[in-house]
């Protein structure tokens, strides 16, 4: 089972994975496979380092995109198509509906292209559930700038430098594709992490009971 995280800057996804990789694991007696993009692999995380450094202010738009269609390319045939040919079930942070809602809606960049590049990376490894962390995009990206103030790692604020109208047409993009995919559940991500935590719990609970039921 592939379940994807998505949500504009500081909705909470990571910290979101890693409660539920902990429920998952209790309730399965199973590890689930935590991973991100851009990133989840060595190569991928060379290109994320360029992609989310802010120095890089001077990246086109296509520049972008072709770089996290060869960053996804590589991530899932090294990480994700692996561990689902076991049986483990995957949890990533971010996915192709992240190059739509970013580059197609935030950028402006043609979504049949980007639907076109996304199939070509995937080579066809869709998620079977997408949870959308649904946010406030200015107290998202006051969250996400805090975070990155005070973390010593590499800097990768880029898209925190972007206007506020910017990261409201990539909400909107997601919300225009939790309406276009059924594989879609919003999530209100405001309140306290353990409060959006039972949220998903129970979302993920409905439909692993669900799908135990369609087989």
């Not at 049986?87 to 809602?101: E, I, K, N, P, S």
């Not at 276009?180 to 979302?203: L, M, N, W, Y």
Request: charged share 25%; glycine share 8%; proline share 4%.
């Amino acid at each position: 089972m592939f379940i994807t995280f998505e949500g504009i800057e500081g909705s909470g996804k990571t910290t979101q994975i890693a409660l539920l990789a902990e429920w998952l694991t209790t309730r399965t007696g199973k590890v689930p496979v935590s991973t991100r993009e851009p990133g989840g692999c060595p190569i991928a995380n060379q290109i994320r380092g360029i992609l989310l450094d802010s120095a890089n202010r001077d990246m086109t738009g296509r520049a972008e995109l072709l770089l996290y269609a060869a960053a996804r390319a590589q991530h899932v045939a090294e990480v994700i198509r692996p561990a689902l040919d076991r049986g483990q079930v995957v949890l990533c942070d971010r996915y192709c509906d992240a190059t739509v809602a970013y580059q197609g809606f935030g950028r402006g960049l043609s979504r049949t292209m980007i639907m076109e590049l996304n199939c070509l990376a995937t080579d066809g490894t869709l998620p079977d559930l997408t949870l959308l962390l649904d946010f406030a995009p200015q107290t998202g990206l006051e969250r996400a700038c805090q975070r990155n103030a005070a973390t010593s790692g590499p800097d990768e604020g880029r898209f925190e430098q972007e206007a506020l109208d910017f990261h409201q047409r990539v909400r909107d993009g997601y919300l225009a594709l939790a309406a276009e995919h059924p594989r879609f559940r919003i999530i209100d991500a405001t309140g306290s992490q353990q409060d959006v935590a039972k949220r998903i719990r129970a979302t993920v609970a409905d439909y692993l009971q669900a799908r135990h039921n369609d087989l």
